[in-house]
T-cell receptor
């Protein structure tokens, strides 16, 4: 079993939809939780960063962490075509970052 | 802004060739990493380095080696390229945990290697 599981999609939604991206993990030692966004033919860039259970908001994006269930989510409100990208969850422990497989999102105009 | 530069965006090599992938960062980061990214498998860590001349194996080091002679430069070497090493290679860097958000990585744009 992988330490971090993420549905690879692809996920296709109409513009304006609410998008929910999710990851589960098996190791309770993970300390920090991140979401990276990767546009086509580019490297990943950090989108959201959190270290505790609960919600964190940044504009149209909300990151949610539930440590008791070992589950993290990224919500995108009012999705835009410019949000079309691959979204990778990542978790930190012991000096290393462990990534999920990435979910490919397409937002159609 | 942090800049991580990978010298080659696209490479095509033949089986058995020696391949060098170069990465340079301009933010004085101590830590540097090489990942490969494959569909359905996500990012997998090949090697990382905490300091000059130091290297540590990641999860899939077989068939690869690295070199870190200067703080800003981290090279990935494929001694004898094979077709199963066709992939996107991503270099990343980050400062020691005391300087910045723990675990946050800064990535280059990637080097897409095709081995024929």
């Amino acid at each position: 079993q992988k330490e971090v599981e993420q549905d690879p999609g692809p996920l296709s939604v109409p513009e304006g939809a609410i998008v929910s991206l999710n990851c589960t993990y098996s190791n309770s030692a993970f300390q920090y939780f991140m979401w990276y966004r990767q546009y086509s033919r580019k490297g990943p860039e950090l989108l959201m960063y959190t270290y505790s259970s609960g919600n964190k908001e940044d504009g149209r994006f909300t990151a949610q962490v539930d440590k008791s269930s070992k589950y993290i989510s990224l919500f995108i409100r009012d999705s835009q075509p410019s949000d079309s990208a691959t979204y990778l969850c990542a978790m930190y422990k012991g000096g290393k970052l462990i990534f999920g497989q990435g979910t490919e999102l397409s937002v159609k105009p | 802004d942090v800049k991580v530069t990978q010298s080659s965006r696209y490479l095509v090599k033949r089986t058995g060739e020696k391949v060098f992938l170069e990465c340079v960062q301009d933010m004085d980061h101590e830590n540097m990493f090489w990942y490969r990214q494959d569909p359905g498998l996500g990012l997998r860590l090949i090697y990382f380095s905490y300091d000059v001349k130091m290297k540590e194996k990641g999860d899939i080091p077989e068939g690869y080696s690295v070199s870190r002679e200067k703080k800003e430069r981290f090279s990935l070497i494929l001694e004898s390229a094979s077709t199963n090493q066709t992939s996107m290679y991503l270099c990343a860097s980050r400062p020691h945990d005391k300087r910045g958000r723990t675990g946050e990585l800064f990535f280059g744009e990637g080097s897409r290697l095709t081995v024929l």
